[in-house]
Structures are given as C-alpha cells and as structure tokens.
T-cell receptor, first 114, second 114 residues
Framework: GQQLNQSPQSMFIQEGEDVSMNCTSS?????WLWYKQDPGEGPVLLIA?????ELTSNGRLTAQFGITRKDSFLNISASIPSDVGIYFC??????????????FGKGTKLSVKP | DSGVTQTPKHLITATGQRVTLRCSPR?????VYWYQQSLDQGLQFLIH???????AKGNILERFSAQQFPDLHSELNLSSLELGDSALYFC?????????????FGPGTRLTVL
C-alpha cells in the first residue's frame, strides 16, 4: 500500500534555530498536509498544499508541495519552546471529485535540546 | 479546541469485550472520519462517513464497525477486543465529502485492552 517516509524521526531544537523536515512517497498525491500533535491531543492542521510546486506559509511555518507530487517539506523558522511536539505529514489522493483517504507519515518528534 | 468532541476520553476493558466510541463533529460538518493511532503503526485511516453514508474504508478490521446517525454524530464499535487493539482512536470531521475539505481532529479516546 501507499507509504510516506518522514524524516527525521526525531530532532532536538534550541530556541531560535530553524528546523526542517520532509516526507517522500513512491506514490503521487494530489494534496499534502502538515499536522502538529501535542501530547494527549488530536492532530491540528498547520498547512495544506493543493498544487505541485506550491509554497505556502503560516507564520513561521513554510511548506512546499514537491514538483513531482511525491514529496513535501516543512520548515519552521526561529523555533520557540511551544514548537515542541510531533509533526505529521499526510498525503491525500482525490478521485473524480471525491476525497481520498489521508495517508500519514510516522511523524517527526521535536524536543528541546537539553 | 477543534470543535470535535469524543467520548469517553479513556477506556479500559478486557480482551473479548466490546466497546463503543462516540464522536460529535463540528457544527455544520457532514463528514466524519475515524483513525487509529498506535506506536508501531502510526495514524491509520479506518473509515469515512458522509451525511450518514459510508464513503470510504481504510484499514478497518471486520471486528470493527461504525455508523453515522441522522444528527451526524458517529459511533465506532470495536468487538472481540484483542491486546493489539489498544491505541488512541481519533475522530475527525470536515464540511463535506468532496476534495479540499480540511479535516479537524477531536481529542481522541485512549483504549486500553488488558
């Protein structure tokens, strides 16, 4: 079945640093989504990308939909402590106007550098 | 707060038992999605209902079933529970069943099977 490879699996951040993570797939997706999940809560949508090549920002977050439609990256600039959490990418196929299933990556866990 | 509510928040039960998880979508949303999140499998799509009708099925076991009622709330029924069914179960909702509908996740139900 379709799988998303998300990397890195985990990373440590220091306040003020820029962070980058990405997702790749062997399948083509029509939509890429990035979610953040805090402990004990459900995922929260950060950015949605609908067109190949699209670059979208949401505050300090920037995400891009790869030209091949098989990959996406998320950048966080000038990280702050509340950026800690687990970030998930998700790809979605759309068939003839109907919404396809969301396929999720395994997540990137952001922690604060000790 | 996404506007999606799920009950109960925690559920502890024994193998072989049956449980029902409940979800109320955001006001105005017609679609409900169920996901299972476990440590080894990550977030897996289970099933999608739109306005009372099943729209798509993912990796849902035959022991699991769901329905969406006329008031649009949804229930996920898990029967003949096994240890491996222990996981977080999320419900998400979106406005419609067509493309480009962003999904908003509830806080989840943590199921522990002993």
């Amino acid at each position: 079945g379709q799988q998303l490879n998300q990397s890195p699996q985990s990373m440590f951040i220091q306040e003020g640093e820029d962070v980058s993570m990405n997702c790749t797939s062997s399948s083509i997706f029509n939509t890429w989504l990035w979610y953040k999940q805090d402990p004990g809560e459900g995922p929260v949508l950060l950015i949605a990308l609908y067109k190949a090549g699209e670059l979208t920002s949401n505050g300090r977050l920037t995400a891009q939909f790869g030209i091949t439609r098989k990959d996406s990256f998320l950048n966080i600039s000038a990280s702050i402590p509340s950026d800690v959490g687990i970030y998930f990418c998700a790809g979605q196929l759309n068939y003839g106007g109907s919404q396809g299933n969301l396929i999720f990556g395994k997540g990137t866990k952001l922690s604060v550098k000790p | 707060d996404s506007g999606v509510t799920q009950t109960p928040k925690h559920l502890i039960t024994a193998t072989g038992q049956r449980v029902t998880l409940r979800c109320s979508p955001r006001s105005g949303d017609l679609s409900v999605y169920w996901y299972q999140q476990s440590l080894d499998q990550g977030l897996q799509f289970l099933i999608h209902y739109y306005n009372g009708e099943e729209r798509a099925k993912g990796n849902i076991l035959e022991r699991f079933s769901a329905q969406q009622f006329p008031d649009l709330h949804s229930e996920l029924n898990l029967s003949s529970l096994e240890l491996g069914d222990s996981a977080l179960y999320f419900c998400a909702s979106s406005v419609g069943g067509a493309i480009y509908n962003e999904q908003f996740f509830g806080p989840g139900t943590r199921l522990t099977v002993l």
